[in-house]
DNA sequence: AATGAATGAGTTTTCATTCAT
DNA sequence: CATGAATGAAAACTCATTCAT
């Protein structure tokens, strides 16, 4: 009752994936302390003994969920980028890609966005790992974007590496956000280009205007 | 040994504040389930059950602790807002505000940010309102800005809802990733200014855009 | 707020009694364990320091509240007997005063019945001295039962100790049961008159038999 | 160290007998809240969780015990009425069973008659439930003598509901207070027939009498 | 390939009791 | 006469983890 298959005689790799879906499930759900391993014993519709077999501790097991989680999203999101389009309309399709992958696995996103930073570094490091390759794409849009400007003959300012850092940090973070929002289930939440939309409207011109050193400053108001 | 003061009967409203802090500090860098309610004690300076005799429980505690963080940072906030300055302006300083705030403060604000989201809706709730409150925030100073942009002759198209609820929702996500960088104590992280400025930059202009009606689509490219 | 008095500085010999007031009731209702000695000094109206004071530890305050409901049930049997009556009107009368007495205190019935039984000896003497003295009572009275038939000519067998004991512990078992109901609060439970009444048709006629040698045997059927 | 088998790996069913004997005895030794889990899992020869995993928590345990104990004593006495006897015979036979069982589980009759009664309402009402039983039992078995005595010619008055009760509870009451004594250990103490003997003696004559219109009454002395 | 039986180590929580004033 | 502040010691309960089959 509960358990996910309750068939006998499974191969390993199938076994293992039951596990992390039942980990992913959760740890999402429940956070990396109060979900037991009884729970994702019985979620996964196995014995105890066999998680242990397979994925050795409820550690081990964890940063499996995470990256096999980790992995997927970045897939996903390598896969909706049009790679040879400009660089605006590869931001946007990489976000529809990312705000409609974490709308259809709620719990792996929230797996990696909230339960993931709580624990002890040694987690952590996966999905800093993971969000740093992922501000890296958006940084090097960034630059792309810059260059396509030059050779668009518009005059180009030339970013700080921290400004870089920063806007592609504020992007992601905006993104997470917005994430948290339509992977909520809640019904009103936008759809995923809706999203995408949205972020790229309240980011790409004010990254043409700092490109164009035309920045908001505090002395200049209005 | 350890403990924060050595004083001894010390009256009930600042035995309570030590006991505050200590559970701020240490279920920030421990989280919930890892800060033990001994370590707590000791890091108050005081036997264990006379935090049980204030705070009645460890649930109690955290929530406390969240809340008295939580109305820190919505006070510091609103300290830190130019009232009577013209809509930007005054998200500009709420923002440094809320960045200047956080960094000094670095585990209320990973306490708010990080470790009340991973334990549980009830907890949660509490910050899920102070966020809230932060959003409403935002949300009125975009209708003030576009307001103050329709006065000042400019034709302003009206934003629907859920455009602006994004907006706001994607601004603060931003801010809150920002301080997570200049919250980190790792150096080379901006100032709280800085940081308000990169945001303003990032933002402001795409959503003076957007009420113009120039918004990004993905139809037009470049 | 729940207190007794809320007056300050009683008298001593008063707010002892006050003390032995809550102890007798909180111990009554809660057991001895459950009641906790904060229960006891704000069912009492002072500070705890206070009950110390006066009764040193919580092992005492039991005992005295034990002492004191023994010797008051003990007085008011002794005071309803009526001395120069036959064995059969005294022991009614004893009857009537213990289940008189027993239905106006019923936390001081239930503390010597129930609670005071259950703890480690030390607490258990006071209250089996207490019994020893009414077994005692009544054993003497069956004895001058005999010597009165004696005397009025009929033949009397001598019962042996084990025999007088084992009466006069079935006769206080059935007063104690009986007491139980009569306190018991719920209405239809009868009168201390009635009840002693049950009780002596109930045992003297037994008793007569038995004296005259006629006692119930396994093998007389019917 | 003091376990009870020191076998290992025992089937639960078997596991939660020996869980259950040791609860026993602690708990009517000790008391409910002296006897420790420590002290019983020990007592059990296992180790703690395996205490919680089969019995889930203290409360559950002492119940457990509870109904067992109070299951066997009703099962003892069942077995030991001799059915279709006179309805004198069935009583005493009952008694006799009552005695003998008493006797040989100390412990359970002590769990049952003292430690259950004394810890709050939830307990007791298990013990109030078998009490119930017997009394009802007892009270059918005077309404049985009452026909019989009928059914011989005798001319038989009709004893009040009221009246049966508290004869039935005195009863009852006097073979508590007779059980305490033989189960108590100490020698001198009457076998379990002598107990039963003593208590019919004590009891039938006067429900004779009574039947007959000839009962004691505070108004016929002597 | 799979599991029922079992536990070491640690956590939260409670309470009788005592100082210092 | 009276109390607010403080604690040592112990108890219930949980959980990741392993063994024997």
Redesign the interface.
Known sequence: MGGATGSKRVPRAVREQQMLDAGVRAFAR??Y??ASMDDIAELAGVSKPLVYLYLNSKDELFTACIRREAAALVTAIRAAVERD??A??QL?SGLSGFFAHTAEHPDGWTLLH??A????RSFAREVVAMRAEIVEFVTQLIGAAAR?RAR?GARARTLAG??VS??A??????????A??TADGRA?G?SA???A??????????????LQG?????ER??
Not at 117 to 120: F, K, V, Y
């Open positions: 429940s956070g302390q109060n389009a400009p605006d309309r946007w909230v339960q930073r709580t624990q002890g396509e668009g921290t400004e920063g806007l940090l504020a992007l992601v973070g905006a993104a997470e956000s917005l948290d929002w009103g936008p280009k809706e999203a939309a949205t972020l790229m409207n309240f980011a790409w011109a004010g990254l043409g205007n700092l035309q920045g908001w400053s505090p108001v209005g």
